[in-house]
């Protein structure tokens, strides 16, 4: 049987969402096809190997139940895979795919995914190009500028730049109009965002997204509908059902997403077949503009007026958890969350010729 290393936690905003993710994916990976070691990782950097029941790690329980040895991933291709610190000396434990669960900074942005390609390990997912281009909001509209995908208007400021004086607040106002959506270049789960529909709440929402980040991202507001698509695969690409967020609060922010259960999702998107249709087309080509492999959840709105498809974001590692979205989409196409995880782990292999 393979060994497959599936790491949780992590020093990110949404630490928390992915040990419940991760609690998921553990459950659902076959236990009779795949020998399945666990890696959690604190919201202080500290690496564990931990052995111990898989219902203790929402509300990081893991640290307190089970067996919890220091360890890392060794770089090392020799070793390709973990270096257990026990009491009785290193102990190394060959892996043949790795399951990165880690949302958001510090997992989702393509630095995990550097080590994995260093020590030569096979991981589920993006590379660590494609992943860092993903997370960072800038990066990606200006690639989906250059593919001709449409998205809303949108502009952008460094912290350099803001207090040099060489871009203003003003000049975003005059090209976007309000409201303005405000998000830091690289937080993942709608994190340090803010709607700005005045010259105060927008200043007010760029010094909150410089909590996150010194790049910020400015976009105009569209009034439409959120829909989201599943994207499968690496090369032969398959798409799970669209779905649409109605969220719980004025956007789909942190909250909507995994602490108000007044957000409602509809599955299929209650908008037009051949909506529908164009956020799945639009989806697979913003997945391939991106270089993106494995898979990834890309997010659009459709706007009310025009029915216009446009893009908003795509994440690298969706969500997880028993209500997330990605697992569910694909699962109204057809493929359980049990195959899901089994096929993440095939296209793994595939992609990394092991």
Not at 85 to 112: C, Q, S
Not at 237 to 264: C, R
Request: negative net charge.
């Amino acid at each position: 049987m393979k060994n497959v290393l599936v790491l949780f936690g992590g020093c990110s905003s949404e630490h928390d969402v992915s040990v419940v993710s991760a609690a998921s994916v553990i459950s659902n990976i076959n236990a009779e096809k795949y020998n399945i070691y666990m890696m959690g990782i604190t919201k202080d950097g500290k690496w564990y190997l931990y052995e111990g029941p898989v219902s203790s790690l929402p509300e990081d329980k893991w640290l307190n139940d089970g067996k919890r040895t220091k360890a890392f991933v060794a770089p090392d291709r020799d070793v390709h895979g973990v270096v257990v610190l026990r009491e009785t000396g290193p102990e190394t434990i060959y892996i043949d795919v790795a399951f990165p669960v880690l949302h958001g900074k510090n997992g989702e942005d393509g630095t995990i995914q550097g080590l994995f390609q260093l020590a030569g390990i096979p991981f589920v997912g993006c590379d660590m190009t494609s992943s860092a281009v993903s997370m960072d909001k800038i990066h990606t509209n200006t690639i989906a500028d250059e593919w001709k995908i449409p998205q809303a208007r949108w502009d952008f400021v460094t912290r350099h730049s803001y207090e040099t004086g060489v871009k203003t607040l003003e000049s975003v106002v005059n090209k976007l109009g309000y409201p303005i959506f405000v998000k830091p270049a690289n937080a993942g789960s709608s994190v340090g965002i803010s709607k700005a529909h005045d010259f105060d709440e927008l200043k007010a929402g760029l010094m909150l997204a410089f909590e996150h980040d010194d790049r910020v991202l400015f976009e105009e507001f569209i009034d439409g509908y959120e829909v989201e698509c599943a994207v499968l695969g690496n090369n032969d690409l398959f798409t799970g059902v669209v779905g649409q967020i109605t969220p719980a609060n004025e956007f789909y922010d942190y909250d909507a997403k995994y602490s108000n259960a007044a957000s409602i999702l509809n599955i299929p998107a209650l908008v037009s077949e051949e909506s529908r249709d164009k956020v799945a087309q639009q989806a697979v080509k913003t997945f391939k503009a991106l270089g993106c492999s494995g898979f990834s959840r890309v997010d659009f709105f459709v706007r009310k007026s025009d029915n216009a498809v446009l893009f908003n974001e795509i994440n690298t590692i969706p969500g997880f958890t028993s209500i997330s979205m990605y697992p569910k989409m694909i699962e109204a196409a057809g493929v359980s969350y049990g195959e899901l995880c089994d096929r993440l782990i095939e296209l793994a292999i595939e992609k990394w010729g092991k």
